[in-house]
C-alpha cells in the first residue's frame, strides 16, 4: 500500500509515529518558509507540514503543489500547539511533520471549489461528477447510502430473506409509465424492455416456493423527470408468501426504524408509524402522501354553506359535491399579490378560483369578498369549525370530494412550507391504508386501478367487482415519510380467475391478457400460494435520511432533469453499422418551424 493509515483516522494516540499518508490537496497555506497542507482521503482530512529546516527537498516539492493534487507523504505524528487545535477537524489534535513528500500526480484548476460548499450550477456539477463526488457532503451521502443498503442485507438474512437477483432484460407489459426498449438482434423486430420494477418476477418467485425474497433492485422508467424521479432508481423490493397486511408493515416498520438509528443524519419524529385510511389521509391533508410534520387541517363546511347566500358553493352542495376549509395560523394580511399566488396553485390542481375569508388581527372584523355572503352566525360557526382566530386565514374550495381535497392540499403543502412549520430535522412516517382498487375516474368504458392489477381486492369487497366496482376497497398500502411516498406494496391476487377479472375490468381482451401476461396466469394454477410485498424506495429514503431535497444528491452518477449523462454525454448518436445489425431505420421527427 501506498500509505499506512487513513488521513481522517490519526489522533493523539498517534503521536511520535512515523505514517505516510496519500491523498488529495484540499487546502495549502504557504507561510513562508513553513507550508501547511491539508490533506484528504476518503476517511477524511489532516493537517501536514512541511517545514523548509526539516526537509529541504520535501519543501521544494511542497512549493509546486495545488489544490487537488495527489500527493503522498511521510512523516512524524505531532501534538499540534497549544491554541492552533481545530475542533471542526477530527484530528484537529495533531499534525504531522513531513520528512518526505512526492507528487503522484499533478491536477488542473477544477472549474467549481471542491474544498467547500459552494452554489455551483447542475450542469456544471453532472458534467463533472467524478469531481463533485470529492464532495465532503456527497461523500458522505454515499457511505450512508452504503451503510443503510449493508444494514437492509443483515436485517432481512437474519430473518430469513433469500436476496435472489432477477433479469434485467424482460419482457415489455403495461405498468404505467413508458418502457425503456432493447432491440434484439437475434430476434429482428422483437424487443426486450427494462423492468421498471421485478412486479411478475418476485410473485412467480413465490409461486416456485421461496417464500421470503429480497433484491437491491435497479429499476428503469421513461417518464418526465422531477425533483424525486430519474430514469433509473433503485428499489428495496420484497415478496413474502402466507403473509397477511399487519405482517409487512410491522415488518417495513422495524427495519425502517433500525436503520434510522443505525445511519440516519436526521432523527425519527416518533418510532411508531401512525395508519390512515385513504379516505382519512384525502379528507384531512388532501393528499394520500400527507406530511405529518405540523398540523393544518381540512375542515368540512358543506351544512354551513348549504344555508348560505353563498350560490356557487350552496349549489355544489345541494348536487352532491362538497365544501370545505384550511385555516392558516397568521396569514390574515396576507397582500392581493400573495393570495394571487395562493389562486394559481389552486387553479393548478383543478380549482376554477379561490375563495377566501381574512380575521383582522387586531379587530377581530373578517374581510373578503365573500363574507357578505354570510350571517354572523354563519361565520361565527364557520371560524369555530375551522378553529380560526383573528390574524388568521381562511380559504375555501368546492367542487368533487376528490378536487377540492387537492386543490386544499397543495395549499396546504404550500404554506406549510412558507410558515417554515416542516421541521426539516424530522423523519415523520406513516402508513396510508386502504385505498379505493380503482381510480375516481374511468379511461373510456374502463377502469383505472389506483395501483397495479396484480392488487388484491379486500375478500370482502369482491362480490362487489361485478355490481360497484368503485367501491372496491384494495389490500395496497403506502409508506409516507415527510410528504413523499417512500414505498408502495399490496396483498397479491394468486388466483387466476380474480386476476382474470380484474383485467377485464381494466380493458384486456382474453386475447392480449393471454399475450402479455400468459405465464403470470398459468403460474397461478400451479398452486401459487397467498403472498404480498412491498418496494420501499432506496433514493429517495437515504435523501431523507440524509436531509437533501434532491435524490441526485444520493445517487452516484445520475442523470439531468432531462435524463441525460452530461458527464459521458449519454444518450448518444451511434454508428449506422450497430443500427443494421439490429434491422433499425431512423424515422427522425420534423425540426421545428421558426417562428
Not at 199 to 212: D, S
Not at 408 to 427: H, T, V
Not at 453 to 477: G, W
Request: hydrophobic share 40%; proline share 5%.
Amino acid at each position: 500500500m501506498l500509505k499506512t493509515h487513513a488521513c481522517g483516522e490519526l489522533r493523539k494516540d498517534h503521536i511520535g509515529q512515523t505514517v505516510t499518508l496519500a491523498g488529495w490537496v484540499n487546502r495549502r497555506r504557504d507561510m513562508g518558509g513553513v507550508i501547511f497542507i491539508d490533506l484528504r482521503d476518503r476517511a477524511g482530512k489532516a493537517q501536514i507540514v512541511v517545514d523548509s529546516s526539516r526537509s529541504a527537498e520535501a519543501f521544494a516539492h511542497a512549493e509546486q503543489i495545488r489544490s487537488e493534487y495527489v500527493i503522498q507523504v511521510t512523516g512524524v505524528v505531532s501534538q499540534r500547539p497549544e491554541g492552533q487545535e481545530n475542533e471542526a477537524m477530527a484530528t484537529g489534535d495533531i499534525e504531522v511533520l513531513v520528512d518526505e513528500l512526492a507528487v503522484l500526480n499533478a491536477a488542473k484548476t477544477a472549474p467549481f471549489p471542491i474544498d467547500r460548499e459552494a452554489n455551483v450550477d447542475e450542469g456544471l456539477r453532472l458534467k463533472y461528477r467524478y469531481l463533485d463526488l470529492r464532495r465532503e457532503r456527497l461523500q458522505r451521502n454515499l457511505t450512508v447510502r452504503h451503510k443503510a443498503i449493508k444494514f437492509i442485507r443483515d436485517f432481512l438474512d437474519k430473518r430469513g430473506f433469500l436476496e435472489i437477483e432477477t433479469p434485467i432484460l424482460f419482457k415489455s407489459t403495461p405498468e404505467g409509465a413508458r418502457d425503456y426498449l432493447v432491440p434484439s438482434r437475434v430476434h429482428p423486430g422483437k424487443f426486450y424492455a427494462l423492468p421498471q420494477s421485478p412486479q411478475q418476477l418476485k410473485q412467480l418467485l413465490m409461486v416456485a416456493g421461496y417464500e421470503r425474497y429480497f433484491q437491491i433492485a435497479r429499476c428503469f422508467r421513461d417518464e418526465d423527470q422531477r425533483k424525486d424521479r430519474q430514469p433509473e432508481f433503485t428499489q428495496l423490493d420484497m415478496e413474502i408468501s402466507f403473509v397477511q397486511r399487519d405482517d409487512i408493515l410491522d415488518l417495513i416498520e422495524a427495519l425502517m426504524v433500525g436503520m434510522a438509528k443505525e445511519v440516519s443524519l436526521v432523527p425519527l419524529a416518533s418510532e411508531e408509524f401512525p395508519r390512515i385510511s385513504y379516505r382519512e389521509a384525502m379528507d384531512r391533508y388532501g393528499t394520500d402522501r400527507p406530511d405529518l410534520r405540523f398540523e393544518m387541517f381540512l375542515h368540512d363546511i358543506g351544512d354551513i354553506v348549504e344555508e348560505s347566500a353563498f350560490q356557487v358553493f350552496r349549489d355544489n352542495v345541494k348536487a352532491g359535491k362538497v365544501a370545505k376549509a384550511l385555516c392558516v395560523p397568521g396569514c390574515g394580511d396576507y397582500s392581493r399579490k400573495q393570495m394571487t399566488e395562493l389562486e394559481a396553485i389552486a387553479k393548478k390542481n383543478g380549482a376554477k378560483g379561490m375563495a377566501w375569508m381574512a380575521i383582522k388581527a387586531d379587530t377581530g372584523e373578517i374581510r373578503g369578498s365573500i363574507v357578505k355572503f354570510f350571517t354572523t352566525e354563519q361565520l361565527a360557526a364557520l371560524t369555530e369549525r375551522v378553529g380560526a382566530e383573528p390574524g388568521d386565514l381562511i380559504l375555501l374550495s368546492s367542487d368533487t370530494r376528490y378536487v377540492a381535497n387537492i386543490v386544499l392540499g397543495a395549499l396546504r403543502d404550500e404554506m406549510g412550507e412558507r410558515l417554515g412549520l416542516k421541521d426539516k430535522k424530522a423523519l415523520s412516517f406513516c402508513w396510508v391504508v386502504d385505498f379505493p382498487l380503482f381510480e375516481e375516474e374511468k379511461e373510456g368504458d374502463h377502469y383505472a386501478p389506483s395501483h397495479h392489477m396484480f392488487t388484491s381486492p379486500k375478500r370482502e369487497h369482491i362480490p362487489l367487482l361485478d355490481s360497484d366496482p368503485h367501491a372496491v376497497l384494495s389490500e395496497q398500502y403506502d409508506l409516507v415519510c415527510n410528504g413523499y411516498e417512500v414505498a408502495g406494496g399490496s396483498i397479491r391476487i394468486h388466483e387466476r380467475a380474480l386476476q382474470r377479472k380484474i383485467m377485464e375490468l381494466i380493458g384486456f381482451s382474453i386475447e392480449d391478457a393471454q399475450d402479455q401476461f400468459g405465464h403470470m396466469l398459468e403460474a397461478f394454477e400451479y398452486g401459487a400460494p397467498p403472498h404480498g410485498g412491498i418496494a420501499p424506495g432506496i433514493d429517495r429514503i437515504i435523501a431523507l435520511m440524509c436531509g437533501e431535497p434532491n435524490i441526485r444528491e444520493v445517487m452516484a452518477f445520475p442523470k439531468s432533469q432531462q435524463a441525460a449523462d452530461l458527464m459521458a454525454d449519454a444518450p448518444s448518436v451511434v454508428a449506422q453499422h450497430q443500427l443494421d445489425d439490429l434491422h433499425i431505420a431512423l424515422a427522425m421527427p420534423e425540426p421545428a418551424a421558426e417562428e
